[in-house]
Structures are given as C-alpha cells and as structure tokens.
C-alpha cells in the first residue's frame, strides 16, 4: 500500500508561482514512476507532468511546457511541481500519483496509487 499526501497548493494572482510536493509512504520510492494530474470543476481528470523512477525522463502535458517542471528527491521520497507563470486557466485540484513501474505514463488508469488533492486557484 502507498500513501501520497500532497500540500502546497493555495491562491495566487496570475503570473505567479506554486510549489506543490507529494511525500509517498513506500518502502521503496525509486522503484514507482509518479505522475502530476489535475481536474477542474466539470472537467475531467487530466495528465500534467510525469517523472521516472530516477528522474531521468519526464514528460509534459503541451499546456503546461515551458511552465511547470516535475522533478523528484528519492531519498526524501517527494517528488514536486514547480509551476511559474501560472494562468486562471490553471486552477484545479491537483493530484499526485504512483504507478509500481519504473517507466512514465499519461494515462490516470495506468495509475494504481493516488493522493487526496491539493487545490491550486489562479486569480486573473
């Protein structure tokens, strides 16, 4: 069983930056690739960012490219999004998520293991 417990989200005027971490309770945190996903209010669930087991590939969703960036710190078993130049469009809830696989992915079903949500609002 994993537990990720993301934080860090809150209110910001566009143009400004958040810093998201989600800390995963594993064992072994470099053997799962995590994944950012986001959903706003009568949306569905959409991919972000997603990293590699050591971080060495990652993977961005075109809205997002160039803003936000996804790395990870295996011996604190955290991974981040850093996100700059944020948008109104940006607003949602963000979710952290881990799959038992070293390899990336962008699909939520490919994901086994999910946090509760951290709520990201954009003022214009």
């Known amino acids: 069983q994993v537990e990720l417990v993301e934080s860090g989200g809150g209110l910001v005027r566009a143009g400004g930056s958040l810093r998201l971490p989600c800390v995963a309770s594993?064992?072994?945190?470099?053997?799962?690739?995590m994944a950012w996903f986001r959903q706003a209010p009568g949306k569905e669930r959409e991919f972000v960012a997603a990293i590699g087991w050591n971080g060495g590939s990652t993977y961005y969703a075109d809205s997002v490219k160039g803003r936000f960036t996804i790395s990870r710190d295996n011996a604190k078993n955290t991974v981040y999004l850093q996100m700059n130049s944020l948008k109104p469009e940006d607003t949602a809830v963000y979710y952290c998520a881990a799959r038992p696989l070293t390899t990336i992915a962008r699909m939520p079903y490919e994901y086994a293991y999910w946090g509760q949500g951290t709520q990201v609002t954009v003022s214009p």
């Open positions: 594993v064992r072994t945190f470099s053997g799962y690739a």
